[in-house]
């Protein structure tokens, strides 16, 4: 079975600096997906960014970028120029692409984004 | 497009009381699913539907039921709650293997 670890239950970081949140996954399977899902104090839980597990290149969404090393099963995400309303949970997930799995996401326990201003 | 709503946004219910969480998507998406999030942990996959018509249990079923008689509703049934049922719920809907999209939750409270 699929398990995704999230080691750093809580994260701080000064306003305008880079941080990056750590996330491992443990997978037989070759072909999946890797997100990170922020949840502000909202509850919303917001896609960050988005992985494909055969594309090498790493994926970038503006400020957020992450550092997929299939082989060390890692996928960390970082934040440059952080900001306020980054503060969040953030939480890694994996999806097999197989419909067999029925897609379902598994989930690390989160991190804890702290900004400090 | 609404994307994905939830109704109520939060409930209080007495043990041994049952309620249903509506889902709605109005984007065609084939999939749809509910999960629970509980302080600490990730969230965790209570039932889910491929399709209209078909559903199946995710990691955490007892003491839910789900029903997809439309491609747009997925509602999840609380059949005699429980204090260990307080949690928040979210409801998450994608086509095939796309991304999820979450609902905004419902906090349920179960005295």
């Known amino acids: 079975a699929q398990t995704v670890t999230q080691s750093q239950p809580e994260m701080s970081v000064q306003e305008a600096e880079t941080v990056t949140l750590s996330c491992t996954y443990d997978t037989s399977e070759s072909d999946y997906y890797l997100f990170w899902y922020k949840q502000p104090p909202s509850r919303q839980m917001i896609l960050v960014i988005r992985?494909?597990?055969?594309k090498q290149q790493n994926a970038t969404e503006n400020r957020f970028s992450v550092n997929f090393q299939k082989a060390a099963k890692s996928f960390s995400l970082k934040i440059s120029d952080s900001q306020l309303g980054d503060a969040a949970m953030y939480f890694c997930?994996?999806?097999?692409?197989?419909?067999?799995?029925?897609?379902?996401?598994?989930w690390g326990a989160g991190t804890k984004l702290i900004i400090k201003p | 497009n609404a994307g994905v709503t939830q109704t109520p946004k939060f409930q209080v219910l007495k043990t041994g009381q049952s309620m249903t969480l509506q889902c709605a998507q109005d984007m065609n998406h084939e999939y749809m699913s509910w999960y629970r999030q509980d302080p600490g942990m990730g969230l965790r996959l209570i039932h889910y539907?491929?399709?209209?018509?078909?559903?199946d249990q995710g990691e955490v079923p007892n003491g839910y039921n789900v029903s997809r008689s439309t491609t747009e509703d997925f509602p999840l049934r609380l059949l005699s709650a429980a204090p260990s049922q307080t949690s928040v719920y979210f409801c998450?809907?994608?086509?095939?293997?796309?991304?999820?999209?979450f609902g905004p939750g419902t906090r349920l409270t179960v005295l």
């Open positions: 997930a994996y999806r097999s692409a197989f419909r067999i799995s029925n897609y379902q996401l598994i």
């Open positions: 998450a809907s994608s086509l095939g293997a796309g991304d999820l999209l």
């Open positions: 992985q494909e597990a055969y």
């Open positions: 539907s491929v399709g209209a018509g078909i559903t």
